[in-house]
C-alpha cells in the first residue's frame, strides 16, 4: 500500500510541477503537463526504469480514463445547440478536414514511404488523424475560448473529427459480433431514455448534500463505458523488420 501513495504522490508532483511552469512560462496547463510527463517518462526510463511511472498499474489506468471521460462529458456539455445549428457548415468542414487529411497523408506515408504493410498503415493515419476534445476543452476552458461562439465552434469540429476516427477504427478494423448488436441498441436505447429522464430526475432528486446529480451522472457515462465492444481481434503485422499487433495501438490510441 505504501507503493500505492508513493506512486500517486509522484504522479502529483509531477502535476505541480506542470502547474508551476503553465505560470512561470504562459503557456497552457495542459501542454505543460504533456511536455512534463513526456519528460519525465523519458529521463526515469533512461536512469532508472519506465516501470517506475507505474503507467501499466490498473488504478492508474482507471483514473486516468475516467478523466478522459468527464472531461469529454463537460466539452460536450459545453456545445451551445443554438450555435452549432448557425455553424454547423464550418464545424464540418473543419472537422472532416482536420480527420481527412492526417488520415489519409499519414497512411500513404506509412505505407508508400515506410514500406508498411496496408493494415498498419490504416492504422497508423487512424492514430495521427484523431484529437483529443479533453485537451481542447481544457485548454479553452483556461483562456475562456469556451463561452466564445468561435470556442464552440471549434470544440463542435473536434467531435466531428473524433466521430470519423471512431467511424474509420470501427469500419477497418472492429469485428462485428453479436456484441456489437447489444452495443448499438443499448447505445440508442440510452440515448432516447436519458435526455428524458435525467431532467426529470434532477428536479426530484437534485440540489441536495448528497450530490445525486454527479454520482447519477458518473453512473451513466461508467455504464455506457462498460458496454462499449472492445477489440477482440488478435491479429498481427510486420510492417518492416519488427512485428507487432495492433490490438496494443488500438489500446494506446483508446486510452
Same mark, same amino acid.
Given at each position: 500500500m505504501t507503493s500505492v501513495w508513493a506512486l500517486a504522490a509522484l504522479w502529483l508532483g509531477l502535476a505541480v510541477i506542470a502547474?508551476?511552469?503553465?505560470?512561470?512560462? &504562459?503557456?497552457?496547463? $495542459?501542454?505543460?503537463? *504533456?511536455?512534463?510527463?513526456?519528460?519525465?517518462?523519458? *529521463?526515469?526510463? $533512461?536512469f532508472i526504469g519506465s516501470a517506475v511511472l507505474g503507467a501499466d498499474e490498473g488504478w492508474v489506468k482507471f483514473l486516468?480514463? *475516467? !478523466?478522459?471521460?468527464?472531461?469529454?462529458?463537460?466539452?460536450?456539455?459545453? =456545445?451551445?445547440p443554438i450555435v452549432f445549428r448557425l455553424k454547423w457548415k464550418e464545424a464540418a468542414a473543419v472537422g472532416l478536414a482536420s480527420f481527412l487529411f492526417p488520415f489519409l497523408g499519414c497512411a500513404a506515408g506509412a505505407h508508400y514511404v515506410l514500406g508498411w504493410e496496408v493494415m498498419p498503415?490504416?492504422? $497508423? !493515419?487512424v492514430a495521427m488523424s484523431t484529437t483529443s476534445v479533453a485537451v481542447?476543452?481544457?485548454?479553452?476552458?483556461?483562456? !475562456?475560448?469556451?463561452?466564445?461562439d468561435y470556442g464552440k465552434t471549434v470544440l463542435?469540429?473536434?467531435?466531428v473529427t473524433d466521430l470519423g476516427t471512431v467511424v474509420a477504427l470501427g469500419l477497418i478494423f472492429a469485428p462485428f459480433t453479436i456484441k456489437t448488436v447489444v452495443f448499438v441498441a443499448?447505445? *440508442?436505447?440510452?440515448f432516447a431514455l436519458l435526455p428524458w429522464l435525467t431532467p426529470r430526475f434532477f428536479r426530484r432528486y437534485g440540489s441536495r448534500p448528497s450530490e445525486l446529480e454527479t454520482?447519477?451522472?458518473?453512473?451513466? =457515462? =461508467?455504464?455506457?463505458? &462498460?458496454? &462499449?465492444p472492445g477489440p477482440t481481434a488478435r491479429r498481427c503485422f510486420r510492417p518492416t523488420s519488427s512485428e507487432w499487433c495492433w490490438r496494443e495501438r488500438w489500446a494506446r490510441i483508446t486510452r
Open positions: 502547474g508551476l511552469f503553465s505560470i512561470w512560462l &504562459r503557456v497552457s496547463t $495542459a501542454l505543460s503537463e *504533456i511536455m512534463v510527463g513526456a519528460t519525465a517518462q523519458l *529521463i526515469f526510463s $533512461a486516468a480514463g *475516467i !478523466g478522459a471521460i468527464v472531461l469529454t462529458f463537460l466539452a460536450g456539455a459545453e =456545445l451551445d498503415s490504416w492504422l $497508423a !493515419g481542447v476543452y481544457a485548454v479553452m476552458l483556461e483562456f !475562456g475560448f469556451n463561452v466564445t463542435a469540429a473536434c467531435f443499448a447505445g *440508442i436505447a440510452a454520482k447519477y451522472l458518473l453512473l451513466c =457515462l =461508467l455504464g455506457l463505458g &462498460r458496454w &462499449r
